[in-house]
């Protein structure tokens, strides 16, 4: 990107630097060794749902789809300016292209197509890569699998959300368990690398109903999957309904025993639990979301969608309207960018290795920020360790159990 | 122009019935605006963070339309549709001589429907009704119809009906402003004499006074006067908004626009206020208004003391462009130096609430709002009371007064039980029920401003399921048995959750409230008591145990920006925090006291 919309993306970088007091940690030539020249990963979002889940404050719009032609248009504008500005000659090469939502799938065939010869203009997947697309069992046709497959797509992300009628209901998706299931075992036959998300804290689902949950994931031919915490977003009628009382927010120490049984059954079936919210068999974890969880650089495009690009983050425009809308005229459409500085970077990805399971390699970051992990969070690492929230282990800093379960109080302190 | 062909007029209506959509439809039809700017209102609805599009500020837009070969100009002077802002609403009515009844057909007359038409009848309003929303699948425009005729006492017979959205039948609403509304009555030969309806504050040119001319013209380079401020000023521009601010030679007899003069101080110009020549001028005056009183009041204290001089200016600048809104300098054991501030009604507090958070990164706490109380002390003083804090001991008073609203409810009638049974446990007075039709009722009660300010909003929403609306307006002050609540947590007393309360809801407000707090309140490492209590007496507890968990496991994707500024606010929350004791307590708990969240009732 060129263009810097938000006029804070100057100066934030400046004012919000935590340890702005202490600028000698970091030199020029120190920090100049982080390579972020090749990027080999892309983000599309795709903003149309059949309905929107009542927790759900996603970029997306439901009931809309007349705006489908509107944003294929617009995509390709925002595409043709990402290629101009980072000078493509011909299709990039990418290791991983992960196309989310919204639903993806909830695209017709034919522009599904039209969306995936759009992309092979300015993408394509290098042997062994990882080509994700974000589905819902509702809809999920055979005509459908049919276009991902021959586009090449080889890991789909299923939002199963659940087992239970009831939890899915109440979560207002738009599929039955059995369905699910259906849908499941259908798409096995056509990917090896099957996902599901699943969530846990509904509003009264028992301890009992994630368990059978979690169970049907695991007899099912999936490789990964990932485990939610039900949040409560302003501006989503959950929100509303909550703080109305109409929902009842299950307590911490539900939240907090179904997460354990989820970590719990879910090694216990062959998965390896490697980021706070993610689980995968030997093999499958995504390589898509460590490119991000391990701060490298990422092209992105379609309303909401955020990019890392030459060391700045940003984030386009949330308002699917206003993003087509600014497209379609070929101007960028910036909802926030900000510029990291060094110390910044260093903090940040601190913040995401510690919650990855592995947690952060001491060595390999200070040859790569060329600063001391002590220095940063001397005082922080040493009250958390006191507290049994941190541990080293070999070479790498990490959570412990019950860190896992405080993560957010520990990560706070690294910033 | 000859005043023949100008007409002025408002948009009224019960919230959401359509009034926005109708004045941009207009705009559109007239070309005032472009399609573009038309379809981005439109568009943005659809996204999640549509904003709540409360007009507040009354505006003016002039748009011209050309019927049978004759080009009119028409003003359209907009109104807010909220019971906090009655004022706003007479004096925009006061500069117009017919105004559209907008009502949505399928929900048909609601409670602000009335009361707005009602005002507009007082000022002897041409009133044209206006069926919206027909192109909604469901809708039953003859019932709504014989509501107006019923209710309102208007002539329904040639309501329009349009569909402000798809903009269907808009050209009869253009045809009958102008063959229905009058023309402006004035003398264009008399001196000058214009009605201020309002006045706003531009950075760049000073003092924005919107005006109507009623006899007379202005033009840049007259020597004006207000009358009611006494100061004179010269002309420097004079124009229309079309919708933006577009300078003209003049203005003549009947028509609306802005004057900008030299004048630098809002609170100079004053709403209501009519200007005319500083010489040769007229010496009859408009009528004024009154002003509004504000009945809502709480604190607000920046977080750190070093913040109070630029809360200050804020508050000052906000006050500029709002003369409904007050504030003077307060203490609190708890909360340091702050202020005091006066709203019209609690969405007049929200809004100029998220003015301040709006307009600036202010760290602030904000107390509980409460009503204006009196007390009669023993001997024989009366005190307005405005803050929980001030109430002197039990032993010095001889009656505690409370103000006291007539409140008008529009629900259906399968919930008038409902409604009577909530009024009757909130002390209210019943007057009378009114059947609009085998559907409706109109009930009319007198209710204590506290127990409208405290739920009642909230609580009608609910009963009804969102068909109920009300309309209140206070009508003075009787005595009650009130008494002074006060919060302990982890046994420090926080003095700026103290509320007045009636004794015989005491104990049901410090249950809700202590629940309430425990929500707000997060965990800790240890436990924490939360009590209410009357004096020394407990009326209720509640405890907070220890932190158990507190990892986001949120999918982000790459969204990296937003999971670091969620931990980062996370850390500014804790810096927002005011320490009382060992716990932390975080701002919107002192809003707590104001939600009643059902869980009482
Ligand atoms: N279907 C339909 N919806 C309308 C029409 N006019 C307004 N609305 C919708 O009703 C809601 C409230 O309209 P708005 O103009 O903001 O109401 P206001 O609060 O009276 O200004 C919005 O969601 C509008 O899109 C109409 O003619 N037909
Ligand atoms: S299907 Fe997924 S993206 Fe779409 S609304 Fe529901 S939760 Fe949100």
Known sequence: ?415 | MDSKFIRNFSIIAHIDHGKSTLADQLLLKSGTITEREFREQILDDLDIERSRGITVKARSVTINYKLNGQNYELNLIDTPGHVDFHYEVNRSLAACEGALLVVDAFQGVQAQTVANAYAAINVNLEIIPVVNKIDLPVIRVDEVLEEVENVLGLDASDALRVSAKTGMNIETVFEAIIKRIPPPAGNPNAPLKALVFDSKYDNYRGVVTYIRIVDGSVKPGDKIKFMRAGISSDVLEVGQFRPEMRACGGLGTGQVGYLLTGIKDLSLVTVGDTVTMAVGGTDQPLPGYLKPKQMVFCGMYPIDATGFETLREELQKLSMNDSSFSFVPETSDALGFGFRCGFLGLLHMEIVQQRLEGEQDMDLIQTAPNVTYEILTRDGQVRTIDNPQDVPDAGVIEEFREPIAHVSFIVPSENVGTIMQLCQDRRGIFKNTEFLGPQRAQIHYELPLSEIVYDMYDKLKSVTRGYGTMDYEVIGFLAADLVKMDILVKGVRVDALSTIVHRSTAERRGRSLVKRLKNEISKHQFEIAIQAAIGSRVIARETISALRKNVTSKCYGGDITRKRKLLQKQKEGKKRMKQFGEVEIPQKAFLTVLESNREDG
């Open chain 1, 1 to 415: 990107m060129t263009k810097h919309n938000d006029k804070s993306a100057d100066t934030s970088a400046a004012e919000s630097s935590p340890g702005a007091a202490e600028p000698s940690v970091f030199t020029q030539t120190q920090t100049s060794q982080v390579d972020e020249s090749g990027v080999t990963a892309v983000y599309i979002h795709v903003p149309f749902c059949l309905h929107r889940c009542g927790y759900c404050d996603f970029t997306l719009v439901a009931n809309q789809d007349d705006l489908i032609p509107d944003y294929l248009a617009a995509l390709k504008n925002e595409l043709e300016s990402t290629a101009a500005d980072h000078a493509f000659h011909g299709p990039q090469s990418m290791d991983t292209i992960f196309i989310g939502g919204g639903t993806p799938t909830h695209l017709s065939p034919s522009h599904l197509t039209e969306l995936f010869s759009l992309l092979q203009r300015y993408f394509h997947l290098t042997d062994g890569g990882e080509f994700s697309v974000e589905a819902n069992p509702d809809g999920l046709d055979d005509d459908r699998i049919r276009v991902l497959k021959d586009f090449g797509v080889n890991r789909l992300s299923l939002g199963v959300q659940s087992f239970d009628d009831d939890c899915l209901r109440l979560l207002e998706r738009r599929h039955s368990a059995a369905e699910a299931i259906e849908t499941i075992q259908r798409c096995s036959d056509e990917f090896d690398n099957l996902s599901a998300d699943l969530i846990y804290a509904v509003p009264g689902q028992s301890l009992r109903s994630w368990t059978t949950t979690l169970k049907s994931a695991i007899s099912l031919p999936l490789s990964h999957i990932s485990t939610y915490g039900l949040t409560y977003e302003q501006g989503t009628p959950f929100y509303r309904r909550a703080n109305s009382g109409e929902l009842r927010r299950q307590t911490d120490e539900t939240e907090r025993q179904q997460y354990l049984t989820g970590i719990g059954l879910l090694k216990g079936a062959g998965f390896e639990h490697y980021e706070v919210s993610n689980f995968a068999k030997n093999g499958f974890r995504c390589r898509h979301n460590q490119t991000y969880w391990q701060g490298r650089s990422y092209f992105a495009a379609g309303p909401g969608a955020a990019r890392y690009l030459n060391g700045r983050r940003s984030t386009n425009c949330r308002s699917v309207a206003r993003w087509i809308r600014s497209w379609s005229d070929n101007s960028p459409c910036i909802q926030e960018s900000e510029d990291l500085n060094a110390e910044e970077k260093a903090r940040e990805f601190m913040m995401l290795a510690l919650r990855m399971i592995d947690g952060l390699n001491i060595e390999a970051f200070e040859r790569r920020f060329g600063v001391s992990v002590r220095t940063l969070a001397g005082e922080a690492i040493q009250r958390h360790i006191a507290g049994g929230l941190l541990e080293y282990h070999g070479k790498n800093l990490r959570l412990t159990a019950e860190g896992l379960l405080l993560a957010d109080s520990v990560v706070v302190d690294f910033l």
